[in-house]
Structure formats: C-alpha cells, structure tokens
C-alpha cells in the first residue's frame, strides 16, 4: 500500500482506471504481469499498454520500484473468479469498494485463524451502506470466495477454504480504493 501510494497521481490513476477496464480478461491481466516480470518494459496494447506508458513517462521512478505493488495486485485478482472480476467492477460503479473493504476486513480479522468452520454474524453497521444491488454485489463476491451467505441474514459460515480468496479480495478492495483516492 506504501508503495502504491508513491507512485504519482497519474500513474495511479492510470493503474487504476485500466486494471478495472482489463477485468474479466485473463489474457490481457496476464500479459501485464509477464510484461512486468520483465527488466524492461516492451509494449502492450490496451489497458496494459496505457499502464506502462504511464510508468515510462513518470521518470521520477526507477523501473522496479513501481512493478511490485502493481505485480501483487494482479496476482490478486488473478485468484479470484471472473464472476469477482465482474463484481468489483459493478462495486467500483456504484462507489462501494470502501464498504466493501470495512466488511472483508471486519470477517477477516476475528476468522483468520480459525482452522474450522465456524457461524459468524456481519455487523449490521457495515451492512447498512450496501442495501440493494450493492448489498447483492458483495455477498456475490463473499460468496464466490466460498463463504455461505445469505441475502436476507447477516448471519454466514466460515470456511478455512475461504481465506485465500478472501485475503485476496481484501487486498484488492484496499489497493482499489486507494488508487481511487488519489
């Protein structure tokens, strides 16, 4: 996150803005990550290739500082499923990735190490700025992570099967309002 916010505002906004445009096409994310694995950058065309003319132009870094956060963010998103990648993308349109963020955050914390599944009740608070479509949005995404939620409860299982994708969606939904901020 230290790293990420380094970088400048355009480039920031460049990551962000084309990383959400490239979801739900594994091609071009990985095309991106293989492009960034490299000690120099080549060429993309698209998304990717919009993002790496933002990192060349912003000389203030050198190469390899910027490629890391921006490697773990799409190794991030690359855990999760094309059904999440459409989600976060809905979740960015309706402004609720903040929400989103506090409510992965707040399953995670007491979860994390529990090493069975367990019920566990969602705050009604962090419920409460998710009503309607966004509400469907993220329990979608909780879901496709592997936790069983439903629509109408705020009650939900744990499963140790859950923490990956989970971790990973809550360092997305971190690094995506970040650069939304900026």
Request: net charge negative; aromatic share 8%.
């Amino acid at each position: 996150m230290e790293a990420l916010a380094q970088l400048s505002t355009d480039v920031q906004d460049a990551i962000f803005h084309n990383i959400l445009a490239m979801l739900g096409d594994r091609g071009a994310l990985q095309d991106l990550m293989d492009m960034l694995e490299q000690e120099h950058l080549g060429h993309l065309n698209g998304p990717g290739g919009t993002i790496l003319n933002e990192l060349r132009k912003d000389s203030r870094y050198q190469w390899v500082k910027p490629k890391y956060p921006i490697l773990y963010l799409l190794e991030a998103i690359m855990v999760l499923s094309d059904i999440q990648h459409d989600l976060l993308a809905q979740s960015k349109e309706k402004r609720i990735l903040f929400h989103q963020r506090e409510l992965v955050r707040s399953i995670l914390e007491p979860n994390f190490s529990y090493s069975w599944n367990i019920p566990f009740i969602i705050k009604r608070n962090l419920l409460a700025p998710l009503q309607g479509e966004g509400l469907a949005i993220t329990y979608g995404l909780l879901e496709e992570c592997g936790l069983k939620m439903q629509l109408d409860s705020p009650r939900s299982t744990w499963d140790l099967e859950a923490k990956k994708p989970l971790s990973a969606l809550y360092g997305i939904l971190s690094m995506l309002q970040q650069l939304a901020e900026a």
